[in-house]
């Protein structure tokens, strides 16, 4: 069964501070692999996404990683802003159709003063 | 620019009811979603749309339905509310191939009594 799980499920950092957010995924085959914030009471926005081939990617104060041998990501936020506290999401795409996409349950993070 | 819109944003029905969920796009894309996010869970499938005239059943389909008449609209019906449907309904777009971005509404917060 294709699953995305994500951790922590929530986090408390201080505005300033950096933090990193990880996902783990058992989806096959395996196409791609994107980062979602979900602010509260709105709908997911997508970050950025990542390829098999794809090691690293920069999204101004985030970056994505990802290790396909150990079917890893991790999204690291620099430098947080308060505006930073929300859900983030790990979606995981596999080749089978545009249906068979798989979302990670979220880390909820908050950044406080 | 373009938007994809959900109407009511927050809606109270009692048990029984029939209810209905609106979802516009102006993206132009064929391909079309409802998802709902409960606590706990990450989004799960309800249904989806290839194109005018398609709908296919996603992984909680039961008690719902859907109609694609154009492009630019699906809404989902719930038949008979029940207390189980209360949840907050996500629509989403996204352009063909593996890697295109979906595209998400503002959500529906339904609530069912």
């Known amino acids: 069964k294709n699953q995305v799980e994500q951790s922590p499920q929530s986090l408390i950092i201080l505005e300033g501070k950096n933090c990193t957010l990880q996902?783990?995924?058992?989806?096959?085959?395996?196409?791609?692999l994107r980062w979602y914030k979900q602010d509260t009471g709105r709908g997911p926005v997508s970050l950025t996404i990542?390829?098999?081939?794809?090691n690293t990617k920069s999204n101004g104060r985030y970056t994505a990683t990802l290790d396909a041998d150990t079917k890893q990501s991790s999204l690291h936020i620099t430098a947080s802003q308060l505006s930073d506290s929300a859900s983030y999401i790990c979606?995981?795409?596999?080749?089978?159709?545009?249906?068979?996409?798989?979302f990670g349950i979220g880390t909820k993070l908050q950044v406080i003063p | 620019d373009a938007e994809i819109t959900q109407s009511p944003r927050h809606k109270i029905t009692e048990t029984g009811r029939q209810v209905t969920l609106a979802c516009h796009q102006t993206?132009?894309?064929?391909?079309m979603f409802w998802y709902r996010q409960d606590l706990g869970h990450g989004l799960r499938l309800i249904h989806y749309?290839?194109?005018?005239?398609?709908?296919n059943k996603g992984e909680v389909s039961d008690g719902y339905s859907v109609s694609r008449s154009n492009t630019e609209d699906l809404p989902l019906t719930l038949e008979s509310a029940a207390s189980s449907q209360t949840s907050v309904y996500f629509c989403?777009?996204?352009?063909?191939?593996?890697?295109?971005?979906?595209?998400f509404g503002e959500g529906s917060r339904l609530t069912v009594l």
């Open positions: 749309s290839y194109g005018v005239h398609d709908t």
């Open positions: 989403a777009s996204r352009q063909g191939g593996l890697t295109g971005e979906l595209f």
């Open positions: 979606v995981v795409m596999n080749s089978g159709g545009y249906q068979k996409v798989t």
């Open positions: 990542m390829t098999f081939s794809e």
């Open positions: 996902c783990n995924y058992t989806v096959s085959p395996f196409s791609n």
């Open positions: 993206w132009n894309h064929n391909n």
